[in-house]
Structure formats: C-alpha cells, structure tokens
Nanobody, 122 residues
C-alpha cells in the first residue's frame, strides 16, 4: 500500500513559480518510478513529468519542457516539481503518481495522491 500526499499548490501570476511536493509512505519508494500528472475540468488527466527510481532519468511533456523540473529525495521519500515561467494554461489539479511495477518510467501509475490545485491568473 502506498500513500501519496501532495502540497505546495496555490495561486500565482503568469510568469511566476511554484514548487509542488509529494510525500510517499511506501517502503519500496527507492525502487519506484514517480511522476506528476494534471487534470482540468472536462479533460483527461495528462502526463506532466516523470523520474526514474534513482533519479538518473527524467522526462517531460513537451508543453512543460524547459520550464518544469522534477526531482526526488529517496531519503525523505519525496518527489518535487519545480514550476517556473507559469502560464494560464498550466492551471489544473496536479497529482503525484507512483508506478510500483517499474523503476524506470511511470507509464501506468497504480497509486495516486489526492491532488493539489494550481491556478495561474493575473
């Protein structure tokens, strides 16, 4: 059983920055690929960023590449998403996700956090 708890969401003006955090309870965290997804009303949840279990590989959606950075701390069992140069279209509920079946890429998460709202507006 894995529990994921996000924090760090909020409201920011365009061009601003936010840092999301996700604390995990899993004993196997250090062997689990992690990621961030987001969802807006009426749309499907979409992939934002992912990171391998050791942190050596990261990957991003084209829409956030160069602006967002994913990282992890396996001692603290946490994953982070640094979001810079935020745009109104980044407004969404952001979810932390874990794929306990792989150490490499979070293609099919089997655990989700409760979500945290990010609003980018002037």
């Amino acid at each position: 059983q894995v529990q994921l708890v996000e924090s760090g969401g909020g409201s920011v003006q365009p061009g601003g920055a936010l840092r999301l955090s996700c604390a995990a309870s899993a004993r196997t965290f250090r062997w689990t690929a992690m990621g961030w997804f987001r969802q807006t009303p009426g749309k499907e949840r979409e992939f934002v960023a992912g990171i391998s279990s050791g942190g050596g590989a990261t990957y991003y959606a084209d829409s956030v590449k160069g602006r967002f950075t994913i990282s992890r701390d396996n001692v603290k069992k946490s994953v982070y998403l640094q979001m810079n140069s935020l745009k109104p279209e980044d407004t969404a509920v952001y979810y932390c996700a874990a794929d306990t079946t792989t150490m490499y890429r979070v293609d099919r998460p089997d655990y989700w956090g409760q979500g945290t709202q990010v609003t980018v507006s002037s």
